[in-house]
């Protein structure tokens, strides 16, 4: 069976993060229920921290850093991204959004995505779906139903008789996003297509 | 081989003095520029074409059929030439005077441009790129070689019964080069008419530019011109020298750190590292150079960027005297040596100007 390359993005600045935080424990979920079917699962987490100088470069050469390089290919390269932010001014951070700027916007078509943010307040929450859920719309990646927020005091309670806790949710997300990525055909290395001129000729009736 | 300068054509601020030079010095510059490059025994002089500030090669015939009128050997050229909003029919007429002019010492290179309102300006539309390069250049090649065109196309009004004057000089047209950084489908122009391939190659990664030759080479020969070997390659490069590594590091920083384009962003040494940008000594730069054609094979044309980000036209003269002296004859001979038997040690020359040669 092959094995399964499982990618976080963490968008965290702190450290400890509760964002990385947060990746770690989506991984952790998604891995455990590969590994109950009995897949080889590699993970791997991209903090975007240590990124963040070579990020604004490539905006102002056009391309990526050796390092920064290596980090894009990992993500666009997954069989399944796991990709978390932080809250900053209602929306993901701007390093978030910069790293995803860098990435092809067809390289991600069809990988399944879990996306996660966490903040000081819930009221935050539905960042999730009005700005993270477009954006990996428009990657044309395939997000999974459950995305998870956790507030500061998520991290210190458990669910009520209304909604579940944090570790319930990551359970579900987790579940979720483990069976997106199982269901999915190996990736194929994609090699750039010529075009033969011919066709190119002929695609403007010139032959 | 051939070795050269290709000019961005930059009005910009010098960042030690703060002083702009106004358009006309820049043009009046960039001419002391080509002359000197002859002076000191380069090959070429080529000039980008832009149709907005801060640069001033708008119209680049002009310039080039005065710097023919004031020199002997230099070869005239492009680096590039908008194929995509030129009409292929004035590039045709325009650069075929300049052959006659310039007895022979004329060949261009073929580009899109970047500047996306270039093409609203010019009346296209920019997500034609690719179908503008591959008609546009289509038609050129047919007017430069049959006497009576007619001709339908996508993009421009039909042409019927139209000779475009002058036929090129002893009918052998210009040759052309097809400049890209990254887009296979003009290296696979380039091959299929058996025309050069200019990877431009500064201020990025040598990986595209390392795939983009590969492919070139492969697809010429696919397309029966030559071996893989023998496909005509130019190559960008950008330099600053001094006697002394650390002087040449010293004075060039600010330009580097104010340069439009990379500027404000990795630095120096940095950059040199991830990009084709060789800052220090003579020597340096012909072992830089040198280890191109480990990723591209054996070429044909060396065109180094030395009159960008500012730099005055005095520093930008004694970068020329340590070229011309310290540099290329020393690069002459080393790949002179290298290249295999059977490669071509440049691009086609016009027969007027081997003839000139060898009289």
Redesign the interface.
Known sequence: MRTLKLVAVSAGLGSPSSTRLLADRLLRAARYRLAEQEYAVDVEVVELRDLAVDI??N?????P??KLREAIDTVTGADGVIAVTPVFTASYSGLFKSFFDLVDPTALTGVPVLIGATGGTARHSLVLDHALRPLFAYLRALTVPTAVYAASEDWGSGGDEYTEGLPARIDRAGYEFADAVAARPAREADE?E????ER??A????D | MQFGIFTVGDVTTDPTTGRTPTEHERIKNTVAIALKAEEVGLDVFATGEHHNPPFVPSSPTTLLGHIAARTENLVLSTSTTLITTNDPVKIAEDYATLQHLADGRVDLMMGRGNTGPVYPWFGQDIRQGIPLAIENYALLHKLWREDVVDWEGRFRTALQGFTSTPRPLDGVPPFVWHGSIRSPEIAEQAAYYGDGFFANHIFWPKQHTEKMVRLYRQRYAHYGHGTPEQAIVGLGGQVFMRKNSQDAVREFRPYFDNAPVYGHGPSLEEFARETPLTVGSPQEVVERTLSFREYVGDYQRQLFLVDHAGLPLKTVLEQLDILGEEVVPVLRKEFANLRPAGVPATAPLHPAVTAAKEA
Request: proline share 5%; net charge negative.
């Open positions: 604004a470069h905006f102002v050469t056009g391309f850093s050796g750039d010529v075009v033969p001129f190119q000729l695609d403007l009736r010139l």
